[in-house]
Structure formats: C-alpha cells, structure tokens
C-alpha cells in the first residue's frame, strides 16, 4: 500500500531534532523523498541516517533559513538529488530563551540582538523558504512537470491566541496571516499553502531537554493545560503536517490548524 505522499519529494527545515526529525521520518515512512534541512549539519546528517536506516530515501543539508540563498540550496538539493520538489515544510522556529528560573522574558527583558534573530528565523525564514519553493513549482510547470505543489509551514498556537511570549507569539501570527494572504496569492498556480499550529511540545525548544530526568513531569503539566489532557507529540503535528501536504487535502488551502488538544477552542471546565 503507498503512504500519503508517495513518491513526492520534499524540503524539510528545521529537521536536526524534535518536530522537523519526526516529520522527516514520518514524510519518508509514507513515500516521500526527502532533504532533511537544518542549521546543525551534524544533527540534520543524523537525521537522514535514521531515515535510511528505517528504509526511508533521505539526505541531508546545512541550512539558515535566515539566510535566502542557504534555503535556494536546500529547494536546489532536493532537484539534484530527487529530480523536483513537490513540498516544502517550513517548519525550522525558534524562540527567545528563557530566564532560568524565571520562565518567559517578558518584551521588555528582550535584546534587540534576540528578538531580530527570533523574527528572522520565524518570519523570513518561512518566507524564503515559499518562495525558493515556488520558484521551483513555476519551473517545473514551465518545463510541462506537472504543475501545483504544497507548501506547510510551523506556526503555533501562539500565533492564534495570547499564549507562550509576546515576542514568539507575534512571529507565529505573522506565519498564520501569512499563510491566508499567500494562499490565495498562489490559488491559481494550484500551489496549496497551509500552517499547523502545535500547541506544548516536549522538543529542545525554549532551551528544554526531551532527554530530561523531569520529562515525565514537564509533560504532565503541558497535558494540563490541554482540554484532552495531554502534551502534544511531535509526531501529532507531523502527522497533520504530512495530511495537509498529502493528495487527502487537495482541496484544501489557506488553513491554520491547530494540534493543541482542544486548547485553542476553550478553556477546560469541571472535574
């Protein structure tokens, strides 16, 4: 039986750790060729090789997606090594750490340095990396290569409610008007562009550790502030992720969804 994206090559960014290496082998385990893209060469290498070793067709790249031609690169590995491009998940993100001990910096705690390094991976990073995308979907329907592609981005739920840091939660509302506008910019082109927005993940975000001795209990307090009562894992959100990229959502563009366990839809009441 073929998986969802069968055949189908993709550029995945962000795919050193957590998310991205979930999405990575997840897109490979339904079909998909993919470039595992990520500013860590070593950890996107890693990845790859997970991929392989699991029968996934994989390779890996460095890659800033602050940096336009770096995100070219990756768009022109998946050419070089797959023949095309059929996605591209702009998933890499990034956040300002917090305060040990204190959690979140509030705005006015935030260095110009770190909130400029913040937008430009969270905003222009998703945004070169759609157009080195569509560049390339153009190309290919030019060249008579079949026309349309899928383009995903990581926004969060952050971007859709007051939730998880100013600085962070107004980059990923950029991703999420981003994600509209763009849309219906490309409809014509039949390139799809959507977002999934996750809420609490146990990833190396914000400076946590998957691998900590605490995990049980840091994931027992995300569930809580979930209606179903439990983190999200980031195979939840590669799963949508790989949906909305798939032919099961032809029809479907200019979404933000979220993988929040109900938290964007309200707050949980009674026992």
Do not use: W
């Amino acid at each position: 039986m073929d998986g969802l994206v069968q055949g189908k090559v993709a550029v995945i960014t962000g795919a050193g750790s957590g998310l991205g290496r979930a999405a990575v082998l997840l897109f490979c385990e339904h079909g998909a060729k993919v470039v595992a893209a990520d500013i860590n060469d070593a950890n996107a290498e890693e990845t790859a090789k997970m991929a392989q070793a699991a029968g996934g067709d994989a390779v890996a790249i460095g890659c800033d997606v602050a940096d336009p031609a770096s995100v070219d690169a990756a768009v022109a590995k998946a050419v070089e090594a797959f023949g095309r491009l059929d996605i591209i998940y702009n998933n890499a993100g990034i956040t300002v750490n917090p305060i040990p001990g204190k959690g979140l910096k509030s705005l006015v705690d935030c260095e110009p340095e770190e909130m400029k390094r913040v937008e430009d991976v969270n905003i222009n990073g998703v945004i070169y990396g759609s157009q080195a995308a569509i560049r390339q979907f153009e190309k290919q329907a030019e060249a008579g290569q079949g026309s349309g592609g899928a383009i995903v981005s990581t926004a969060s739920v952050a971007g859709l409610m007051g939730y998880g840091g100013v600085l962070y939660g107004t980059t990923k509302g950029a991703v999420v008007q981003f994600t509209r506008a763009l849309a219906i910019e490309v409809a014509g082109k039949g390139i799809r562009v959507n977002a999934v927005c996750p809420a609490g993940m146990l990833t190396h975000y914000a400076g946590m550790d998957p691998d900590s001795e605490h995990k049980d209990r840091i994931l027992e307090s995300m569930g809580k502030a979930h209606p179903l009562g439990k983190a999200i894992e980031p195979r939840d959100t590669a799963s949508a992720a790989l949906f909305l990229c798939s032919d099961l959502a032809s029809n479907i563009t200019g979404v933000n969804l979220p993988v929040d366990g109900g938290l964007f839809a309200g707050r949980k009441t009674g026992a």
